[in-house]
């Protein structure tokens, strides 16, 4: 049920709230903790999804019975690990990281995390090296974390390369806010905002889609 003011657009969660259900309901493994206290350590930008974020992604992994993942943007390897914690033991997660030093990282959280194995990291631009997954296809899901200036590019990608039935998940849905009621400025431009927009309609008319309303927004589409 809903009441007047949460149609409104009122919110009931609260930190406590949110501490109390991640702990509960998306507990972190050990690599888990290890990543994030990387990012911390190594001054990496905070940009990590949630741990409810986290573990939205490995339910979907495990509902769709993934065992062929790309990810769009790479970071510490903590949302790879969420994705790996759904997969099937034997599949593989490609991930795809523009910065080289956060390449690095990542490699040594997969590595002490043991599951190097099961990840192929593509380190450069993700327009340039998902044409190198496209012999791997199709997948089951691809999760896009990268550019929002690229995200209609990748969502197009993405229908284009996942098997019927799969998952196209996107981080940053609402933009920070700017998906709509906002004007461009020196932070998120015209083109990001277009962008963003091109994914969301490409994603509805394309698939069976929906946008889950955490704090930035995810949007899931499940290709027809």
């Not at 974020?53 to 969420?82: D, F, H, M, P, Q």
Request: glycine content about 8%; proline content about 5%; charged content about 25%.
């Amino acid at each position: 049920m809903a009441d007047t003011d949460s149609r409104s657009g009122a919110t009931y969660s609260s930190p406590a709230i949110l501490d109390y259900l991640d702990h509960l309901h998306a507990p972190h493994t050990p690599a888990m903790l290890e990543a994030l206290e990387t990012i911390e350590v190594h001054d990496l930008p905070p940009i990590q999804i949630s741990p409810t974020e986290g573990k939205i992604l490995a339910v979907l992994a495990r509902l769709v019975n993934a065992g062929k993942v790309v990810e769009i943007g790479t970071l510490s390897g903590y949302s790879a690990l969420w994705l790996l914690e759904g997969m099937k033991e034997n599949g593989t997660l490609w991930t795809v990281e523009y910065n080289a030093r956060h390449a690095d990282i990542a490699r040594n959280v997969f590595r002490k995390a043991g599951c190097s194995d099961r990840v192929t990291l593509l380190e450069g631009s993700a327009l340039d090296r998902l044409t190198d997954l496209e012999a791997h296809a199709p997948f089951d899901l691809v999760f896009i974390d990268g550019d929002k200036e690229r995200y209609d590019v990748y969502v197009r990608w993405a229908l284009n390369h996942v098997r019927p039935g799969g998952l196209v998940i996107a981080d940053n849905a609402y933009l920070f806010g700017y998906l709509q009621g906002r004007e461009p400025d020196e932070k998120w431009n015209l083109e990001a905002i277009e962008a963003m927009r091109r994914a969301h309609e490409t994603l509805a008319r394309e698939s069976e889609s929906v946008c889950l309303p955490t704090p930035d927004g995810l949007v899931l589409g499940m290709k027809r």
